[in-house]
């Protein structure tokens, strides 16, 4: 019997007879919001600008007609001088920007290139008010998964009518086969000497536009 055996065999002992009784699956979590937390379409999409700023995110609503100019001003902000988009977005998206080199991710930058750009900016698939998460699936506008880990600034833009209210609205949009990205936030961690830091497995800065269509 070799360890893996061992190891499994320890697992079953301590779990007893009781191991594979199946666990009913409570179905209360398969809701809506209610009333009091966002009766209406507005509440919803303001109450995921609220949760994403609890997640110390940096948000703004902006009309179609300025997303460009809001755009060149946050990339100049945040001293974004060099960035990458996924090849398929929005041409007008990046139509106002100056002293701003945007390079689109096709052929894919190299790996090299990338971890020296300062941003990246994208759409998203869907996005949550009840946690302030974004999804990214590959989709249109939001390029493969690596260009919203790699460089240390991401801004994303969420159209008001991608906002649902809770997780299994967002799932239920979803597609699992894709490769998922789901971000609640810059992402951080305590690990070192319980220290919360920001930004060691992702961009340390997100900004997020959303456009009120």
Known sequence: MGSRETVLGRVREALGPARGTQVPVPRGYRRRLTGREAPTRADVVALFTERVAEARASVRHVGADELPTAIAAALWGREAKRIVAPADLPFGW????????????????????????????????????????????????????????????????????????????????????????????????????????????????????????
């Open 94 to 213: 990046l139509a106002g920007l100056e002293g701003v080199q945007a390079q689109a991710d096709a052929p894919p930058v190299d790996a090299g290139t990338l971890d020296g750009l300062d941003g990246v900016v994208t759409g998203c698939a869907v996005a949550i008010a009840q946690t302030g998460t974004i999804v990214l699936d590959g989709g249109r506008a939001q390029g493969r998964r690596a260009l919203t880990l790699v460089p240390p600034y991401h801004l994303c833009v969420v159209h008001a009518d991608q906002i649902v209210g809770t997780v299994p609205e967002a799932v239920a949009r979803l597609d699992p086969a894709r490769p998922l990205t789901w971000i609640s936030g810059p992402p951080t961690t305590a690990d070192i000497e319980l220290e919360r830091t920001a930004g060691l497995h992702g961009p340390h800065v997100l900004d997020v536009f959303v456009v009120d269509d």
